[in-house]
């Protein structure tokens, strides 16, 4: 469990893995069989990655006047590993030294020497709250960083913002696909001992409260049912395809959203599927292949250069471009590690271009729907903005049916939904329509 959860820690860093890849990269490396050792592992790799920002800076403390940027990467992991279970976790300390002489064991004296005083003085640090900034305090407390933190706090305040980044262990939804289950398909699932809940407003949306295992079962692999968080529905039931449509789905892959719009359209019209990595579009169609969609077809193309787009009239446009992930952070805490003020400014860029130019393929009177699982306002009302002051021919009608706060700047008809609020992933929809 150890070496898993180390090795992991280190390809998360090499690579910039989450932590599911990284640790499915690990297990077949290492070839570990026993679950139980994965599913431990697991919990340590995410609740240590959920708190990098704190338990770098205490290590750094430790280590005074050398630092972890000095290290190399194995010893990096370790340490981190084994201050979150100091600092953070439940377990007692002797249970943190069991690390210790796992490593010690082995790496070789030399290898490990550079490291051989620091467990000793980890416990002894602290984060010295009443000596930095309310950003900071809040960054450290929290685990967020700092600079998303001031950013949060300047849109939202101070109280919101704390809701924002606070942790919140949500549940996972699960979608009926009508185009392959039928009225046996649930009853099949409850007689297995799986509980879940139906949504208000979303149909064939339900909550799961007791799935462990669900996704191993024949139903699930035949493509009767699809993870798919409550947000992500709800997009689709805003953008209301109809049968015989004409779709444009933009960033489409890996097709979640896709299959969504095949099964309230049963499977008749056309949806144009437009993804620019072509190894994610052969996720797409393993995807649509197992769900049973038979009227979308895949499109390898970059949405940010118009004369790549396929050149329709579409009763439907749908945009899902690529985004910060500031929404999901609660679930792939990885990613809060690697974004920057930058980040969030060249993703908006980006989908102000995309965003433009997936209009452009709009018919009159058609609908247009934007979605992100971003939270930051530039990412998001800001982007819509640009549209309706580029094209006047465009309106902002209601996201309905409305389960998210109303959007900001003025965007009162775009919803947006928030883990600790809406038991969801973070996100924020807009619909438009071109009128004619």
Same mark, same amino acid.
């Given at each position: 469990?150890?070496?898993?959860?180390?090795?992991?820690?280190?390809?998360?860093?090499?690579?910039?893995?989450?932590?599911?890849?990284?640790?499915?990269?690990?297990?077949?490396?290492?070839?570990?069989?026993?679950?139980?050792?994965?599913?431990?592992?697991?919990?340590?790799?995410?609740?240590?990655?959920?708190?990098?920002?704190?338990?770098?800076?205490?290590?750094?403390?430790?280590?005074?006047?050398?630092?972890?940027?000095?290290?190399?990467?194995?010893?990096?992991?370790?340490?981190?590993?084994?201050?979150?279970?100091?600092?953070?976790?439940?377990?007692?300390?002797?249970?943190?030294?069991?690390?210790?002489?796992?490593?010690?064991?082995?790496?070789?004296?030399?290898?490990?020497?550079?490291?051989?005083?620091?467990?000793?003085?980890?416990?002894?640090?602290?984060?010295?709250?009443?000596?930095?900034?309310?950003?900071?305090?809040?960054?450290?407390?929290?685990?967020?960083?700092?600079?998303?933190?001031?950013?949060?706090?300047?849109?939202?305040?101070?109280?919101?913002?704390?809701?924002?980044?606070?942790?919140?262990?949500?549940?996972?939804?699960?979608?009926?696909?009508?185009?392959?289950?039928?009225?046996?398909?649930?009853?099949?699932?409850?007689?297995?001992?799986?509980?879940?809940?139906?949504?208000?407003?979303?149909?064939?949306?339900?909550?799961?409260?007791?799935?462990?295992?669900?996704?191993?079962?024949?139903?699930?692999?035949?493509?009767?049912?699809?993870?798919?968080?409550?947000?992500?529905?709800?997009?689709?039931?805003?953008?209301?395809?109809?049968?015989?449509?004409?779709?444009?789905?933009?960033?489409?892959?890996?097709?979640?959203?896709?299959?969504?719009?095949?099964? #309230?359209? $049963?499977?008749?019209? =056309? +949806? @144009?599927?437009?993804?620019?990595? %072509?190894? &994610?579009?052969?996720?797409?169609?393993?995807?649509?292949?197992?769900?049973?969609?038979?009227?979308?077809?895949?499109?390898?193309?970059?949405?940010?250069?118009?004369?790549?787009?396929?050149?329709?009239?579409?009763?439907?446009?749908?945009?899902?471009?690529?985004?910060?992930?500031?929404?999901?952070?609660?679930?792939?805490?990885?990613?809060?590690?690697?974004?920057?003020?930058?980040?969030?400014?060249? #993703?908006? $860029?980006?989908?102000? =271009? +995309? @965003?433009?130019?997936?209009?452009? %393929?709009? &018919?009159?009177?058609?609908?247009?729907?934007?979605?992100?699982?971003?939270?930051?306002?530039?990412?998001?009302?800001?982007?819509?903005?640009?549209?309706?002051?580029?094209?006047?021919?465009?309106?902002?009608?209601?996201?309905?049916?409305?389960?998210?706060?109303?959007?900001?700047?003025?965007?009162?008809?775009?919803?947006?939904?928030?883990?600790?609020?809406?038991?969801?992933?973070?996100?924020?929809?807009?619909?438009?329509?071109?009128?004619?």
């Amino acid at each position: 469990m150890w070496t898993l959860a180390v090795e992991s820690l280190s390809w998360i860093e090499l690579e910039r893995l989450n932590e599911d890849a990284a640790i499915r990269k690990t297990v077949r490396q290492l070839r570990i069989n026993d679950k139980t050792v994965v599913d431990e592992a697991k919990i340590l790799v995410y609740e240590t990655m959920r708190r990098l920002n704190a338990i770098d800076f205490l290590v750094d403390a430790a280590l005074e006047p050398n630092n972890l940027g000095n290290l190399q990467i194995g010893l990096r992991s370790f340490l981190r590993l084994y201050t979150y279970l100091v600092h953070y976790s439940d377990e007692p300390l002797a249970y943190a030294y069991e690390l210790v002489d796992h490593i010690r064991a082995i790496l070789r004296k030399r290898e490990y020497k550079p490291a051989q005083d620091i467990p000793d003085l980890i416990p002894l640090m602290s984060i010295p709250f009443n000596e930095i900034s309310d950003t900071q305090r809040l960054a450290y407390k929290y685990f967020h960083p700092s600079w998303y933190v001031a950013e949060l706090f300047n849109e939202f305040g101070e109280q919101q913002t704390r809701s924002m980044i606070e942790y919140v262990d949500y549940p996972s939804y699960l979608r009926v696909n009508t185009l392959k289950a039928d009225s046996d398909s649930l009853d099949a699932l409850y007689e297995k001992g799986f509980q879940m809940v139906q949504e208000p407003k979303l149909p064939d949306a339900y909550r799961l409260l007791d799935y462990e295992g669900i996704t191993d079962t024949p139903e699930y692999r035949e493509g009767q049912f699809i993870i798919q968080d409550k947000a992500s529905i709800l997009a689709g039931i805003v953008a209301d395809p109809k049968p015989d449509d004409i779709i444009l789905d933009v960033c489409a892959a890996p097709g979640v959203k896709t299959s969504h719009y095949a099964q #309230m359209m $049963e499977n008749t019209g =056309r +949806i @144009l599927s437009i993804d620019y990595n %072509r190894r &994610r579009l052969q996720n797409w169609e393993n995807l649509m292949e197992r769900l049973g969609v038979t009227n979308a077809k895949p499109v390898q193309a970059d949405a940010s250069k118009p004369e790549t787009l396929p050149k329709v009239d579409a009763d439907l446009v749908v945009v899902d471009p690529p985004c910060s992930g500031t929404g999901l952070f609660h679930k792939t805490p990885s990613s809060k590690w690697r974004l920057t003020p930058n980040s969030i400014e060249n #993703m908006a $860029e980006l989908q102000k =271009r +995309i @965003l433009w130019n997936a209009s452009r %393929r709009l &018919r009159d009177g058609g609908t247009l729907v934007y979605s992100t699982c971003s939270v930051t306002v530039e990412e998001n009302e800001e982007v819509v903005q640009s549209l309706l002051a580029r094209n006047p021919e465009y309106s902002l009608v209601e996201a309905s049916p409305r389960i998210g706060d109303r959007g900001r700047r003025g965007l009162d008809e775009a919803q947006r939904l928030y883990p600790y609020k809406h038991a969801s992933n973070g996100f924020f929809i807009a619909k438009l329509v071109k009128n004619k």
